[in-house]
């Protein structure tokens, strides 16, 4: 069922629920450390601890003897399973076969879990974990970009899009530049780590609380492993401590192991990764080389973009095709390319499988894109700003290198336009000259950066939700559908739309746990889809009980349907008015069903991936942020001075935790641009697997002067739930704005070379940037 019809008015004020800065429903629990993690639960009696055994001198080798008598001889061990105690299949990947839940034979890399140790206590199989004895015949890692591109490695098949004769392009424009970037990874360091408890129950059943974006996936994967019917395992999940991408397809491995255990011992079964294994064990955000090249004419105006990226995956697929997919979707950020090559490598090496992260790929993508125009800009010796809006999307030149039409560009420009006013760019870029030419040392950068990103999924099925609505005689209501809530603020969003279809207020709604024995089949909540999808799908079961009342009503007391109304509690029939709960009792009492199963499948969405073509994208989401920092030439620290943000959110169903999401979105994108360094050595290990050597954001990170709003728009002219638009991705790319300034500041030691700047831009990565323009001046 698609909605055509039956949307209130759009303005906030005409809605009472909907579009109202209401909280979290878990903020309180939230800050006063009631809030229930998998971990918090109270335990089962008998309840076992279940550690990971993995081989911590060897990064890639040849398993030749694996003695684990020390380990089962530990006191308080119970039971130590490894590949032959797996009942299925010993496979924990989403797709492709290529993932062992233990390693047999080889060791593919640092931190690849061989064994379980399960014990009366967590301490007790930590220690007994240690005791394994292994002996590995040491095999050469691939460890970068350039190892797996000589070797010739990847985990997928290369991919690439085409658009026109970019050959010609390349052979006829007027002007040619090219350059390389390299962008780091990012650890999720969500502050609740992987954890899963499985209780067993009769005839082979299997329950689970995991801490998992895809509840579904992971019941499926553990119904492989153990050899059963997926309906004979249920996996619950009613809160994560954040997720970020790292629990889409990570948490599976977990949730897996904890339940061959349960099923093993007959007990309850917890799993914890100790924060160490968990960054050394789980995959990160993808790391890329890109080298581009590109043809101009003599004002700046691209005719041509050949791009090449190679994307370092880890030692498996996990979801490479759909991250590397979306950072070639993203490589044109905001601008047209007449003609296009973007092309792509999923190189494997011998480190941990690089997976989801907030922005899926598309982060990568857009840097390079915007790494281009600062480059260009710099060429040039023009303002990179009015570069940029020289090249945005437009009419007539409005189709992307996959072939999509950007149908929205006007809001693009809105946006861009606006924020170069309000954030006073064009005085603050003349101040900043002024400022860099009388300052030796101290040198500051300004950028105002754009964001245009797609929202659904690029693989079609995923683009479906599910929810179950249940109106209970005494007016108060159930909801559930297939999302999770990983501080996002979805289960809030979608109970005020189910508030606003039934006229109660939001205390009337019952908020549960995605559960997959209530709603079946669902994908994950990523892509920035899941309250495009599971709210539209909770809609429509509201609305499907409230036709049924109100055809009921109709009949029952001779009014017409539209002469029905629902608010505040209560049902207007006419003249007559009463309850939601006693028109609900008249309802049962009549056998008028009072429960529905919502379901939504995201309409005008096609991607035929062979032949490169379709409409991947619902919509796009739009944004802008400037950014302004000083750099210490001297020590290559950086400070973000001020960061003005006006980002596109259609019309928000909850303002404040849209600002929120754009806030925190911005900062975390701030930290893979500027701090956050992942390092491995040269024999492939993760020397940054704790908070002592891995820099997340603090809160002397955030700029002091942080202005964000959202943009006044008309709504989403695509027809989402009530008009609104995603919102959990698209932040992240605001702060490109960042490391273009940062890049900018660099750039006034010597006007029109360009810094050699890789991301993250840390302290080292700044001073390498800052010797070369000085090398480059003196020569």
Known sequence: MQPESGEKPLGAAA????????????????????????????????????????????????????????????????????????PGKNDVSPALGDEPMFADEEILFWGQPLFAVVATTREAARHAARKARIEVEDLPPLLTVEDALAADETVLPDYQFRKGSPETGLATAGHLMEGSLRIGGQEHFYLEGQVSLAVPGEDGDMFVH????????????????????????????????????????????????AAIAARATGRPCKLRLDRDDDMIMTGKRHDFRVDWKLGHDAEGLLRVVDMRLFARCGYSADLSLGVVDRSMFHADSSYYYPDAMIHSRRLKTHTCSNTAFRGFGGPQGMLAAERMMDALAIRLGVDPLDLRKRNF???????????????????????????????????????????????????????????????????????????????????????????????????????????????????????????????PNTGPTAASSGTDLNGMAAKIGAETIRGRLVAFAAERYQVAPDAISFAGNRVQLGERSMTLGELAREAHLARIQLSAAG??????????????????????????????????????????????????????????????????????????????????????????????????????????????????????????VYRSKAVGEPPVMLAISVFSAIHDALASLNPGAIPDLDAPATPEAILHAVLSMKRSRAG
């Not at 259609?650 to 500027?674: C, K, R, Y």
């Open 15 to 86: 809605l009472a629920s909907v579009g109202q800065s209401l909280p979290h429903d878990s903020a309180i629990r939230h800050v006063s450390g009631s809030a229930v993690y998998v971990d918090d639960i109270r335990e089962p009696a008998g309840t076992l601890h279940v550690v990971p055994g993995w081989a911590r001198d060897a990064t890639r080798g040849r398993i030749l003897s694996l003695d684990l008598d020390p380990v089962r001889a530990h006191p308080g061990v119970v039971a130590v399973l490894g590949p032959s105690d797996v």
């Open 599 to 720: 379901f939504y499948a995201t309409p005008n969405i096609t991607w035929d991936r062979p032949s490169a073509s379709g409409r991947p994208f619902f919509y796009f989401a739009y944004g802008a942020a400037c950014s302004e920092v000083t750099v210490d030439t001297m020590t290559g620290e950086m400070r973000v001075d001020r960061v003005d943000i006006l980002h596109d959110v259609g019309h928000s169903l909850n303002p404040a935790i849209d600002i929120g999401q754009i806030e925190g979105g911005f900062v975390q994108g701030m930290g893979w641009l500027t701090t956050e360094e992942l390092v491995w050595d040269d024999r492939g290990r993760l020397r940054t697997h704790a908070p002592s050597t891995y820099k997340i954001p603090t809160a002397s990170d955030v700029p002091e002067d942080f202005r964000v709003a959202l943009y006044a728009s008309a709504g989403n002219p695509s027809p989402t």
């Open 210 to 257: 995991t801490s998992s974006q895809h509840p579904s996936e992971t019941q499926h994967i553990i119904a492989r492993v153990l050899a059963v019917p997926d309906a004979a395992v249920t996996v619950e999940v009613r809160r994560m401590g954040g997720g970020f991408g790292g629990k889409e397809s990570q948490a599976n491995h977990w949730a897996a192991i």
């Open 393 to 519: 999307y437009r009419e007539g030149r409005d189709v992307t290198p996959y072939g999509m039409k950007v149908e929205e560009h006007a809001t693009l420009h809105a946006i861009v336009e606006e924020l170069e006013e309000s954030s006073d760019y064009r005085r603050r870029r003349d101040e900043i000259a002024a400022f860099n030419a009388s300052s030796p040392i101290l040198k500051k950068g300004l950028a105002l950066t754009p964001v245009k990103f797609g929202i659904s999924f690029t693989l079609k099925h995923l683009n479906q939700a599910g929810a179950l609505v249940h109106l209970y005689t005494d007016g108060s209501i159930h909801l559930n559908h297939g999302g999770t809530e990983m501080g996002q603020g979805l289960f809030q969003k979608v109970a005020q739309i189910v508030a606003e279809e039934f006229g109660v207020t939001l205390d009337k709604v019952k908020i549960t746990a995605t559960h997959t024995g209530k709603v």
